[in-house]
Structures are given as structure tokens and as C-alpha cells.
């Protein structure tokens, strides 16, 4: 704040240096603006602490905001993380932004309101302030498996998600993007919401797509939709990478944006994403390999999906583990991988609180892997696994929880011929209503095919009916591990993407994933790209990405 009056040489010098940046100009009273606006933290676990990032904005066009002191109140459980906050007291020039990092650690089980307040050492300029809401509810339960039956495998699952055949990819894209860093915080998890299902949808097919962007280098693509945000996230054996769009795909942010920063010789690879539709909020999870060491870790980090901004993490909480899948919904964040003892390991967060004793949902005996997670309705959920049945045969099993804590016993999803390979990954499992729909690859000793199966896992007894995605549809040769997902769920209505000869990608597309004769003629979508395949959508547009060493972007609609 500038407060220098005692002479007139200096008011002379101080009125020529405002005169040239008039937006210091005056200090009257400004209008601050907040976003979020007002501030709810959810439901946060006693002695835990949920984080929210404000965003002040100084909106008036010639008032300087002269800060005079930040606060929120009460405390507990309210308080401001000063390590991460930018707003300090001082001059807030018109249209200048700071970001304030409120935190909420409840001490007791009930409903706090509060208030983060600005005061102003201009004369009769009043407080302004954004109102605070955190519901303190008891510490998260450790998940429990409850199962009492488990499969009878006799041998270790032979899916592996890296296979590479030996083609060299050609990618048709435009455009090439490389990645810059970006800081690494360890902040902790940001507002959350009540989610609202959508209650009806309309099915949909795609009539036409286009290539919209190239990421230079990459692998492993993996993508998330919610309504018109849009991201892709990649790595380039290193680290993860990513982009962003705003608008249904229509453009992305550039260049890709380096989302774990790796040094020391650690990698991280393979990701998976999800965007929670309550807040809107980006999660992902990777495989991550300190360097020395041969057992990979699950790294977690959470963003602002509409800068890449990091909001929580890097966090490790699944160990000696691999193939991550993620889900997320009201705040919290789900998380299961393969270990290499061929168990199915599930943690959550609830609130952005910490992850939980990871929990062997289906037994030690069962001996499953490569596990994928569905979130049906507001807390129940759905995880596979893949391993072999009491016949040797590779097969897909899955559990269903109620609670998100205990599960139900383990039943059949999908089991190949004897003798055929199964070739299955994360994330390939949706709900459309009750109904869970899994999308996998059958490969005989001469040929591939896709195949669908689907049922109602939260019955007491489920069962799944299954079948040949045909080929009068979609040919033959379809191999390596699908992509799919639907397109207008809860409707019935899917996208299955697959690899047919020479690499080239085929889109599928049905309005009744139960009939699989209903599936249209296959459309190539893409040629001679790798089998590393990623697919998002919804009513409005699917997002696909295809690719190793580069991945090309489609969008359809």
C-alpha cells in the first residue's frame, strides 16, 4: 500500500507513475468477486481437512482494493492455507486475480457456516466476504470385504495391457504438440457437490467424426467427458501429459501440459482418468516406478480440469500394484489396481480426506487382475477383475458394493472359449442403469472378435448374458483391448471402438447394446495407429484417441 504524502517531489514522481498505469489509479472501495461463490467444503471426515481454491477477483475498472486483513471464520473448523494462498494484504489493482485456499477440519459431527472476510484500510470501504458451508461427519470406515464365495482359478491371469504388435504407426493428425512443466503442489482435495443423475437421455449414434489434434510422442491414452470438458491424458514414458478441452472437443489447450514432473530416473505410466460430475474435477491415477525400484506404485493426483491445474496430490496410496482404475463422485475418489500377487486392491478418499487400507475385494485366493470400477447411482459400485475359472479358462468376475465399503459375493461376467485369449482393460465396464455392460476382445488360434456382456450386479444373485458383438457388423480381427463406452447412458446406446488388420481403428455403434446384431456396419476411423486405444463419450460427442509413439484425437458427433 502506498501511503507516501511528505513530499512534494515524491507526489509529483507518484502522480506521473499513476497517471501512466491508471489502473493503480484510485483507492476507493472495489468490488471483489469470488468464485466459487458461495463455498461448500461437502461432507468432511472428523479430523480431516478438505481445501477449497477461491479465486478473488478485484472487478471494479479503476478502484485499487487496499486489503487490509483476510480471515475466515469460525476457526475451527474453518482457516486459510497460507502456504498455498497468493492473497496477502496489500494493493489489489482492478481486474488483478489471487488465489485464496480456504480449509475446512471439522472437530465435531455437524453442519458448520462460517465466512471468509476482506477488510480495507480505505476509509468507509465495508468487509466483503464469500460464505462458508463443511458438514463434519464421522471418520471413513476401512472397506471390509464381505464376500463369501470366490471363484475357483487355479492359474494366473495371462492379460497383459502393453501388448504392441509390430506395425509402425502412421497417424494422419495435423497438428504436433509437445510438453511443458508445470509446479507440483501437494494440496489438498477442492469443493465438492451433490451430484444429480441425469434422470432420462436419448440414445445416440455418431454420424460423422474428424481428427482435432496430435500429441507428438506419446502412448497410452486415456479419456474423460463430462458434458463439454474434455481431457486426454497421455505419457511419454516418463511422465504423464495432458490436454484439455472446453468445448466438446472442438479445440484443445496447447502444448501439452506435463502433469507429474518426474525426477531421479521415476516414471509414471499408463494413466486413467475420470472426471467427477459434481464438481467437475479431474482424477487420475498411474502406474508409478520409483527409479531402483522393480514394483510399481498407484499415483493419484486431482486438477482443475479447465487449466491443469493441480488441486491435490501427488499421492501414492495403492503399493506393489498396477493397472489402475479410477472413479469419482461427490468429492470422493476411488481407486483399485492389480498387485502382482494377482489381487484386486480398492482404496476411496472420502471428502478429499485419506485414502483408506486398501482392501482385497475378492479374496487371496481368487486370483484376479487387470480390475476396472463403475459407480451406479450415489454410493453403490461395481469392480472386475480378470483371471482364469475353475476350468482354465480366462474369464471376467466382478462384486458390486452397496456402500462403497463392503462387497457382495464374487459372481461370472464373461468367460472365453477354452483355449482363446481375452483381452480386457480399464476402464471398459458402464452403468446404464442397474444394467453393468462390459466390452472385451476374444482372440481364437485364427481370428478376434469383440464381445459385450451385460447384467444387473445388485441383485443377490447375479447373472450376465453374453455375446459376439457379429461380425457381419464389424468383420473379423478385431483384437487387442477394446474401447468403449456409452454414448447416452442411462440409455442403452454404445461405442465400441477396435483394432482390425493392419492396426486401423473400426467404430461400431448400437442403440441396444443387449442386441448385439444391432450394432451398424463398422466405419474405419483411423489407419495403421497402434493398438493403444482411449474413448469418452456422450450425447453429444465421443472422444477417441488411438495411437503409440503418437496419439491422434477424434471427435465424432
Request: charged share 10%.
Amino acid at each position: 500500500m502506498d501511503r507516501l504524502k511528505s513530499s512534494a517531489i515524491v507526489a509529483t514522481l507518484l502522480l506521473g507513475l499513476l497517471q501512466a498505469t491508471p489502473a493503480l489509479a484510485k483507492k476507493g472501495c472495489p468490488k471483489l468477486k469470488f468464485k466459487p461463490d458461495p463455498v461448500n467444503f461437502g461432507k468432511v471426515p472428523v479430523g480431516q481437512s478438505s481445501s477449497v481454491t477461491v479465486t478473488v477477483t478485484n472487478t471494479s475498472a479503476t478502484e485499487s482494493a487496499d486489503v487490509l486483513t483476510i480471515s475466515a471464520n469460525p476457526d475451527p473448523p474453518f482457516s486459510i492455507d497460507t502456504v498455498n494462498t497468493t492473497c496477502a494484504p496489500g494493493e489489489l489493482a482492478p481486474g488483478a486475480s489471487c488465489d485464496l485456499v480456504l480449509v475446512c477440519k471439522p472437530n465435531k459431527e455437524k453442519k458448520f457456516k462460517g465466512d471468509a472476510a476482506f477488510t480495507f484500510g480505505t476509509k468507509g470501504c465495508k468487509p466483503q466476504e464469500v460464505k462458508l458451508d463443511c458438514h463434519g461427519v464421522a471418520p471413513a470406515g476401512t472397506p471390509t470385504v464381505t464376500a463369501t464365495a470366490t471363484p475357483t482359478q487355479t492359474a494366473t491371469a495371462t492379460q497383459t495391457a502393453t501388448t504392441t504388435p509390430s506395425a509402425t504407426a502412421t497417424p494422419s493428425a495435423t497438428a504436433t504438440r509437445t510438453a511443458t512443466a508445470t509446479a507440483t503442489s501437494t494440496g489438498s482435495a477442492s469443493a465438492t457437490a451433490t451430484a444429480t443423475p441425469t434422470a432420462t437421455s436419448t440414445p445416440k449414434t455418431y454420424s460423422g467424426c474428424s481428427t482435432v489434434d496430435t500429441l507428438a510422442g506419446a502412448q497410452h491414452p486415456s479419456v474423460a467427458i463430462n458434458g463439454n470438458t474434455v481431457s486426454v491424458t497421455v505419457d511419454n514414458g516418463t511422465d504423464i501429459l495432458g490436454t484439455y478441452s472446453w468445448d466438446g472437443g472442438k479445440t484443445w489447450s496447447s502444448p501439452l501440459t506435463n502433469l507429474t514432473n518426474n525426477t531421479a530416473g521415476n516414471t509414471a505410466t499408463k494413466p486413467q482418468t475420470f472426471l467427477d460430475p459434481s464438481d467437475n474435477t479431474l482424477h487420475v491415477a498411474y502406474d508409478y516406478l520409483p527409479l531402483g525400484s522393480s514394483a510399481f506404485n498407484i499415483g493419484y493426483e486431482k486438477f482443475d480440469p479447465t487449466s491443469l491445474k493441480l488441486l491435490r496430490g501427488p499421492l501414492f496410496p495403492l503399493t506393489s500394484c498396477e493397472f489402475p482404475g479410477i472413479a469419482a463422485r461427490n468429492g470422493n475418489a476411488y481407486l483399485v489396481c492389480g498387485a502382482f500377487s494377482n489381487d484386486v486392491f480398492y482404496t476411496v478418499s472420502v471428502g478429499g480426506g485419506t485414502f483408506s487400507t486398501p482392501a482385497n475385494v475378492f479374496g487371496p485366493t481368487a486370483q484376479l487382475t487387470v480390475p476396472t470400477i463403475s459407480l451406479y447411482g450415489n454410493i453403490g459400485l461395481a469392480i472386475t477383475g480378470q483371471g482364469l475359472n475353475g476350468s482354465g479358462d480366462q474369464s471376467i468376475f466382478g462384486t458390486y458394493s452397496l456402500d462403497g465399503v463392503h462387497f457382495l459375493p464374487t459372481f461370472p461376467i464373461y468367460s472365453a472359449a477354452s483355449g482363446d485369449s481375452l483381452f480386457f482393460s480399464a476402464p471398459n465396464t458402464y452403468f446404464a442403469g442397474k444394467t453393468l455392460t462390459v466390452f472385451a476382445t476374444e482372440s481364437t488360434g485364427s481370428t478376434s472378435f469383440l464381445v459385450t456382456a451385460w447384467g444387473d450386479p445388485t441383485v443377490s444373485l447375479p447373472s450376465f448374458t453374453n455375446a459376439q458383438i457379429g461380425s457381419a457388423q464389424v468383420g473379423q480381427a478385431f483384437a487387442f483391448s477394446p474401447a468403449g463406452c456409452l454414448t447416452s447412458p442411462p440409455a442403452w446406446s454404445a461405442a465400441v471402438l477396435g483394432i482390425g488388420a493392419s492396426n486401423a481403428a473400426y467404430l461400431t455403434q448400437t442403440l441396444d447394446f443387449t442386441n448385439p446384431s444391432a450394432y451398424g456396419m463398422a466405419a474405419l476411423l483411423d489407419s495403421n495407429n497402434d493398438v493403444q486405444l482411449g474413448a469418452a463419450c456422450n450425447s453429444s460427442q465421443g472422444i477417441f484417441a488411438i495411437g503409440s509413439g503418437d496419439v491422434v484425437v477424434h471427435r465424432c458427433q
